[in-house]
């Protein structure tokens, strides 16, 4: 990729290319409510599972690593092999049908009608993919940080990003509930975005004067976007 394709330029927002044209989804607390999951790794760890929101919570408020929650219950926790030992146990990471936001299936639909490219793209596993795709969903294109060998925040997963969709950098809108790993290094990437208010981070971060400065927009329901992004498009005619 080209630092003219990686790189937003301003000058290039008065032309019709900076319609969105695209949008992307994080998966976990954007698509996807991770509460029974990350339930599972409480009793997984033998810890009440109060405990361990209340942890993850405070972890995520000090801007740390969610992972390290893990490492307060249980030092040397390795998270990729602890995973390998649930599965073995037949106790897999696991999400379905009833996992999905509310308003995931009828807000990908309406974007696609609106003649919109729709993608999925996160910070998940192998399986995570498999699980994603065995959904169904009213996408494109579905991809994982394992897919692509980057993870988020690291900018190159959201060059990924660019190379796998249709449209110029400003043209996608990547939606997510994280300031930290969605927003910042999306915007970074050249990319717009949208802030969803739900879920650990998106509570947590929300006041941060980021979640204002450097948004496309903010939102609470994946149901705006459609109005929203028809709305910004009008704007740049």
Known sequence: MTEARSLWR???CSTLRCMIRAVVFDVGECLVDETREYGTWADWLGVPRHTFAAMFGAVIAQGRDYRETFQVFRPGFDLTEEREKRAAAGKPEWFGEGDLYPDVRPALSALREAGLWV???GNQ???????????????????????????KPDVKFFEHVIEATPAEPEEILYVG????????????????TALIRRGPWGTIQQHDPDADRITTMRIDSLSELPERIAKFNAGVR
């Open 177 to 192: 509930d994280r300031l930290d790993n969605d927003i910042r290094p999306a915007v970074a990437a050249g990319l717009r």
């Open 10 to 12: 301003p000058d290039r």
């Open 125 to 151: 596993t192998v399986r995570a993919g498999g699980l994603l795709r065995g959904l169904d969903l009213p996408a494109d294109l579905i991809a994982t940080s394992d897919d692509w060998g980057a993870s």
């Open 119 to 121: 993608g999925i793209a």
